[in-house]
Antibody
Framework: EVQLLDSGGGLVQPGGSLKLSCAAS???????????MAWVRQAPGKGLEWVSTVSSSGGTTYYTDSVKGRFTISRDNSENTLYLQMNSLRAEDTAIYYC?????????WGQGTLVTVSS | DVVMTQSPLSLPVTLGQPASISCRSSQSLVHSDGNTYLNWFQQRPGQSPRRLIY???DRDSGVPDKFSGSGSGTDFTLEISRVEAEDVGVYYCMQGTHWPRTFGQGTKVEIK
């Protein structure tokens, strides 16, 4: 069974940095390096917001405008792991961050990791 | 950006009765590859979202056939044929055709 295990969230001050990880397992039909991966976030009590996507090879990345220049998505296909490096964090980045599988649709979701940006 | 507009935002339903959620996009969701990447997700209270429907009407494995998706172009619908207690939660549409990917505001389904 496919599992995505998100980690790395926590409390950070405005302007600080955090790196999220997503450990993938159970990819049986096709391996991790076949799939694009992405991050989707959800602010407390709010809806879902796409944040970033990385292609299967890691060579192409996409970002929502509000995080461009501050966040970097990457992956290590040898370790089946997805990352999100978050710099210059703002209060409005406070959310649960979900690791998801897919490019045009998201068939598997992690359990989420909470990022709180506050002084 | 493509704006996804769901209605209603709140949907009280009697157990055993049908429910319908509308999702409209500000642009056509037909991709250059010919597919229409319109998805529906369910988020139960306290849980991660779960995909129900992809490419407008393809149901995910394990999703009961009481859930169905339809539509084309810019106008889409999710229908639940008979609402049960386990269907309570928030339902989101999402387009995967254009960048940035965008979600609807969510429709909260509750039991009347």
């Amino acid at each position: 069974e496919v599992q995505l295990l998100d980690s790395g969230g926590g409390l950070v001050q405005p302007g600080g940095s955090l790196k999220l990880s997503c450990a993938a397992s159970g990819f049986t039909t096709r391996s991790f390096n076949y799939y694009s991966m992405a991050w989707v976030r959800q602010a407390p009590g709010k809806g879902l917001e796409w944040v970033s996507t990385v292609s299967s090879s890691g060579g192409t990345t996409y970002y929502t405008d509000s995080v461009k220049g501050r966040f970097t998505i990457s992956r290590d296909n040898s370790e089946n792991t997805l990352y999100l490096q978050m710099n210059s964090l703002r209060a409005e980045d406070t959310a649960i961050y979900y690791c998801v599988r897919g490019m045009y649709s998201y068939d598997y979701w992690g359990q989420g990791t909470l990022v709180t940006v506050s002084s | 950006d493509v704006v996804m507009t769901q209605s209603p935002l709140s949907l009280p339903v009697t157990l055993g009765q049908p429910a319908s959620i509308s999702c409209r996009s500000s642009q056509s969701l037909v991709h250059s590859d010919g597919n229409t990447y319109l998805n529906w997700f369910q988020q139960r209270p306290g849980q991660s979202p779960r995909r129900l429907i992809y490419r407008v009407s393809d149901r995910d494995s394990g999703v009961p056939d009481k859930f169905s998706g339809s539509g084309s172009g810019t106008d889409f619908t999710l229908e639940i044929s008979r609402v049960e207690a386990e269907d309570v939660g928030v339902y989101y549409c999402m387009q995967g055709t254009h960048w940035p990917r965008t979600f609807g505001q969510g429709t909260k389904v509750e039991i009347k």
